[in-house]
């Protein structure tokens, strides 16, 4: 193996930058060339990259983002952009590619596959959604942004006696409220996975209210509705003042924790490696405090459930 290309897809995450260096000097040390497609597929359809280096990635372990930029391919969408990408790496005579990203970047790192390019991926994305895995890069990052928030918010809640609902991102996955909402001691959380009522909801509020709890947090995933909404209802069918706040793409950004950092340097030397033993349609990253190649067809397809025992932890420590 001499050359191999990479990009980063999709949204953004803390510890891109992380992962980009391991993938670099994994490589330089084992003499391959490595070159980085900028703007993720796009990049890989048009043939628009740089090469990387140990120099050239230097600096990057602490930084959010991603040094080679990202988006979401509507090029790469079609077949005929599929078999393009195919063609670049061809022409560029690379060995394989590694891509960084999430649900939908691995799959489109499987469809490559399917094109006889080997491609190993590197589990990165906010949501924690990607099957087989217990974290994915930048999902530590995000839930500490959001604890760090809450916490904040909950000082203005007491001084208030209000309440407070929180929107925090999860379209899909409820990972970044539940763990936000069990470590700041949030009184609710709603996610898309766990069933509510609102009205259930609005007379739990009204017995607390009765039994003289003055504020409360309450802790919403994007996927689950919208903050602003459910704060007007709350203040139209109860005598309280709720206000609410959407803490949105903050949660993405910042410098990366040191989970996420060494998560990244760990999981992306683990695709270099894969890739030069013949590994492909697969995706490293971390589970039961190991680094592991999942499937990628499996990781894209099958649903990552919120951990049960930490929704039962919830549900008792709630009260």
């Not at 394989?96 to 691995?106: E, L, P, R, Y």
């Not at 604890?147 to 990972?175: K, L, T, W, Y």
């Not at 060494?262 to 990253?285: C, F, K, M, Q, Y």
Request: with cysteine.
């Amino acid at each position: 193996m001499k050359r191999i290309g990479l990009l980063t897809s999709g949204g953004d995450a803390s510890g891109m930058n992380a992962a980009i260096r391991a993938v670099t000097r994994t490589a330089a040390s084992m003499g391959i060339v490595t070159i980085g497609f900028q703007h993720g597929y796009d990049g890989l359809v048009t043939n628009t990259w740089t090469e990387l280096n140990a120099r050239a990635v230097s600096g990057i372990l602490e930084l959010g983002g991603t040094m080679l930029k990202s988006a979401r391919s509507e090029l790469f969408r079609t077949p005929e952009g599929r078999r393009q990408a195919a063609l670049v790496v061809q022409q560029n005579q690379l060995d394989g590619m590694i891509i960084i990203g999430g649900n939908g970047s691995q799959t489109g790192g499987y469809l490559l596959g399917q094109l006889s390019v080997p491609v190993a991926g590197v589990a990165s994305t906010i949501d924690n959604d990607l099957y087989g895995f217990d974290y994915t890069i930048g999902f530590d990052t995000a839930v500490n942004v959001a604890i760090d928030a809450i916490d904040r918010i909950r000082d203005a809640a007491e001084s208030h006696d209000r309440v407070f609902v929180v929107e925090v991102m999860g379209r899909d996955n409820g990972a970044i409220a539940l763990e936000a909402a069990i470590a700041t001691g949030a009184d609710i959380v709603l996610t898309p996975e766990l069933p509510f009522s609102i009205p259930e909801l609005i007379t739990h509020l009204r017995n607390d209210v009765m039994a003289q709890k003055k504020h409360h947090i309450i802790v919403m995933a994007e996927g689950a509705g919208h903050a602003e909404e459910l704060a007007r209802y709350i203040n139209a069918n109860l005598p309280v003042e709720c206000r609410a706040t959407v803490l949105g793409y903050v949660q993405r950004g910042g410098s990366p924790t040191r989970f996420d950092r060494i998560l990244a340097s760990t999981s992306g030397e683990a695709a270099v490696v894969a890739l030069t033993e013949g590994r492909s349609s697969v995706v490293a990253g971390t589970r039961d405090g190991h680094i592991v190649l999942q499937d990628t067809l499996e990781a894209v397809t099958r649903r990552n459930l919120l951990k049960p025992e930490l929704v039962e932890l919830l549900r008792r420590v709630s009260i």
